[in-house]
């Protein structure tokens, strides 16, 4: 079982930046879907951007060209670069390590780390 341990969470006000980091206990050039994932209250958890081995890289809507995914597998670490932020991205963001998911298949892992707040004030 893959641990992850999001950090970097905090209070920022509208149109600042925040950097989430999640740290995994295994290499995450060995997951092959690293991601994060956000819920706001009152609301389903959603995706907010994934990056898999091959260089895929998928966001939302609401945060394409303000949020940027990496990894840095020296450091078994992804990271989450949020700028411009606004109080709609308040929200307790969450990490995600997964497996390939084919077709319409279960996935042969699919790990969560325990969420990180961000609050972004007006």
């Keep these: ?4 341990v999001e950090s970097g969470g905090g209070l ?3 149109g600042g930046s925040l950097r989430l980091s999640c740290a ?12 994060w994932y956000r819920q ?5 958890r959603e995706l907010v951007a994934t990056d898999s081995t091959g260089g895929s890289r998928v966001y939302a809507d609401s945060v394409k060209g303000r949020f940027t995914i990496s990894r840095d597998n020296a450091k ?8 411009s932020l606004k109080p ?10 997964r497996s390939p998911r084919y077709n319409s298949g279960s996935y042969t892992y699919n790990y969560w780390g325990q969420g990180t707040q961000v609050t972004v004030s007006s």
């Design 1 to 4: 079982q893959v641990q992850l």
């Design 12 to 14: 920022v006000q509208a």
């Design 24 to 35: 995994a206990s295994e290499s995450t050039s060995g997951i092959y879907t690293m991601g």
């Design 40 to 44: 706001a209250p009152g609301k389903q």
């Design 76 to 83: 078994n670490t992804v990271y989450l670069q949020m700028n």
């Design 88 to 97: 709609e991205d308040t929200a307790v963001y969450y990490c995600n390590a």
